[in-house]
């Protein structure tokens, strides 16, 4: 099974920005479509934003516009860029890998984002 290990996350004020990462193992990568997701206290996780393994990029509406997500077959690692955060963006992030269709094959163990008002 394909280990996923997210890094990035912590501490910052609105306004600020974070990249968190996540590397995969194997070699299946770059076949794979890759997922970030987030969930706050509370809830249910949601998705952020999601990339094929052609490129192809998609984005919840809430982040739509500050954040970006990438990839790079090369380092096996997605990415993704979190602009202008706001506290409502506080939540455990975690990146998923799917490979058929849109149920996930693996997770990672998820880092946490904090954006202080």
């Known amino acids: 099974q394909v280990q996923l290990v997210e890094s990035g996350g912590g501490l910052v004020q609105a306004g600020g920005s974070l990249r968190l990462s996540c590397a995969a193992s194997?070699?299946?990568?770059?076949?794979?479509?890759m997922t970030w997701y987030r969930q706050a206290p509370g809830k249910l996780h949601s998705l952020v934003a999601r990339i094929s393994s052609g490129g192809s990029t998609d984005y919840s509406d809430s982040v739509k516009g500050r954040f970006t997500i990438s990839r790079d077959n090369a380092k096996n690692t997605v990415y993704l860029q979190m602009n202008s955060l706001k506290p409502e963006d506080t939540a455990v992030y975690y990146c998923?890998?799917?490979?058929?269709?849109?149920?996930?094959?693996?997770w990672g163990q998820g880092t946490q984002v904090t954006v202080s008002s």
């Open positions: 998923a890998l799917s490979t058929n269709g849109p149920a996930a094959d693996s």
């Open positions: 194997g070699s299946i990568f770059r076949f794979a479509h």
